[in-house]
């Protein structure tokens, strides 16, 4: 049996749609093209292998006029995690900070399971 998400990794490849691909550990598996340009990057590359709540990555903020960062424990509840940690259906909003650009994107995730397991999550994203 192919493992889940090395064929989600394999279809983002070649994906039009900003969409990335975590484990079960938060390390980012694969993104497109487009989501790595997205969260301010040129290539997929430089996202993947990467713990997906490293601020360098992507650096969350809060929705707030300052943008502060935002808080360790609403990190957690993004979509790509929380579609981790409650194996279901997970949409939301995000802010991201790329160099000095903010934006707003709508997120959904599935989980990826194996055999059962949550092994991972499918992120995509829109820019609001």
Known sequence: MT???ERWAASL?????SGLVID???IIVAAS???ARLFGLSQPAELTGRYMLDPEVVYLIDFTAAGNE????????IPPLLAL???RLARGLMRVRTGSDNRT?????TPVRQDGEV??????FAVV
């Open 105 to 109: 994107l709508d997120s959904i995730a």
């Open 24 to 26: 079960a550990a938060g």
């Open 3 to 5: 493992d889940p998400l």
């Open 33 to 35: 093209k487009p989501c």
């Open 85 to 87: 940690t409650s194996g």
């Open 119 to 124: 092994v991972g999550s499918l992120s995509f």
């Open 13 to 17: 490849a070649k994906a039009e749609e």
């Open 70 to 77: 935002l808080g360790e424990s609403e990190r957690e509840k």
